[in-house]
């Protein structure tokens, strides 16, 4: 039983959240999911469009996850190893090279990041789209 663990906000749950999902599911054969607090998204300077509990029902629906748990603090990450018995912690590759400590506890993976999507990208777009009709 390989045991996969990725970390993230994921509001307005996208295309590049679902490719990501599913590439980290591939991994193993289970996969948490520590979705962001709304507190520790101030903290990493994300405003949510989507409050958390909304963010993890969505995480929680998807197919290729099997627990979610809140992402509280950076400092969480090897405790959650260690209870979870993590084998593989997987990310986007936009945080390349950061979690590299983790090795010592389990493989760390990188996946490259689905190009042309972003939640930034799709509140600029409806934000135009408002614009433009208005
Ligand atoms: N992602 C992706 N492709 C995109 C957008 C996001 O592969 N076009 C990936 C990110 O690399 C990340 C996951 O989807 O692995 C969630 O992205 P965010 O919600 O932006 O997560 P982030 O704010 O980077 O939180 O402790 C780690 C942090 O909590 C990561």
Redesign the pocket.
Known sequence: MKNVM??????LF????L???E??KALGDHLTV???TDD??AV?G?KCTYPFEHRARIVAAIRYVDRVIP?RN?EQ?VDDIKKFNIDVF??????QG??DHLREYCEVV??????????TEIKQNVHKEVKRRS
């Open positions: 990725t970390y993230g906000t994921f509001d996208h295309y590049g959240h490719r990501l999902l590439r980290a520590a979705v962001s520790f998204n990493k994300k992402e950076w990450k997987v990310i986007g590759d936009d945080w950061k979690f990188y996946l490259p990041r689905t190009s042309n999507i972003s939640t």
